[in-house]
């Protein structure tokens, strides 16, 4: 079987590259990522060393150069993770958000009609459903809950899971869609709320949190996001959307008071600044259909999960402090500008 990854420099990505080249060996791994600011080669280092691994630079909203991609790699299953992902980002420059995540979903599912895949699988986000109100904790996000997104981000992402659907019931192409919650783990771009505050904790520096840091996130480690796209994949069913995220909602002032436990910090270093425009206020995923059908329950509880990605961070400083130096911009020049690496 051959897996097309797109967006396998990214924290997400990344990380399903690693649990598929541990999980199927027999599977090989072409990874198309364009290197933005949140791609970091240096993540992928280790797949690289892998003879199952390719990797190669390209934007997915290029439609030659997909196109070209498809041609010569055939791959049987897509794995969409592409994107343009922080919120914060997405209010100061929408436009970008449109391209990759709608036009750029757009040329995928073109190249995957034109050459046939088996599966086109799109990584969408719980944020498509708006947010819930904090005062009905009885309430949680479905597969039918009416898509209401508050964000350019969210709104990018929800026009792409349209499209996708569009191409299932008009093209009849094999499509499946997983809705996840906040992921956190390694490899998480330190501007994303765990890494940031571990990093700034370090440092003894502030830590901001967005107005009165009362909304709540339901947290999933990211290898148990892994395990469940790699579930729907090869087992879900076509034309179906599955949300994944396992009863863990936190306010994010006690994910950042959690935080600053592990490292022995004090809360003073806690700084209420401003808050994010339209801030969603809470998300909540119901698992049930994902669980039902395909047996996937997450296995790192909040609390465990928080020890590892706070060791994580710990034990891979240079990785970090490379991101935060700008350092890893510059990688993949040095060390893979002057090899063959596979062309578009
Ligand atoms: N992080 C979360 O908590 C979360 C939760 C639910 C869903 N998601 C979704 O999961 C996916 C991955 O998220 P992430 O947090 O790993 O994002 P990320 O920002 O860490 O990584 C995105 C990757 O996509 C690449 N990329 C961006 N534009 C591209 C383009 N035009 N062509 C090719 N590559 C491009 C970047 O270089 C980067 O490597 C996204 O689709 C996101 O919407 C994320």
Redesign the pocket.
Known sequence: MKLLV????????ANFVYYELENHPDDEILC?????Y???METLAGAMRNSKFRFVR????DRKAMDAIFAEQGPDIVV???????VDRSIETPEIFLR?NIL?TNVLMDACRKYGIRRYHQ????EVYGDLPLDRPDLFFKEATPIKASSPYSAS?ASADLLVMAYYRTYHLPVTISR????YGPYH?PE?LIPLMIINALSDKKLPVYGDGLNVRDWLYVRDHCTAIDLIIRKGREGETYNIGGHNERANIAVVKTVLRELGKPETLIEHVTDRKGHDRRYAIDPTKIHAELGWLPTTSFEEGIKKTVAWYLEHRAWWEHIVSGAYASYYEKMYGNRTVLDP
């Open positions: 797109t967006g396998g420099a990214g924290f997400i990505g198309v990522d364009k290197l933005t949140a791609g970091n390209a934007d997915i909203a969409n993770f592409a994107a343009e992902s922080h990759t750029g990584v969408s986000t719980d992402k996840c919650s906040n992921n771009f994303k």
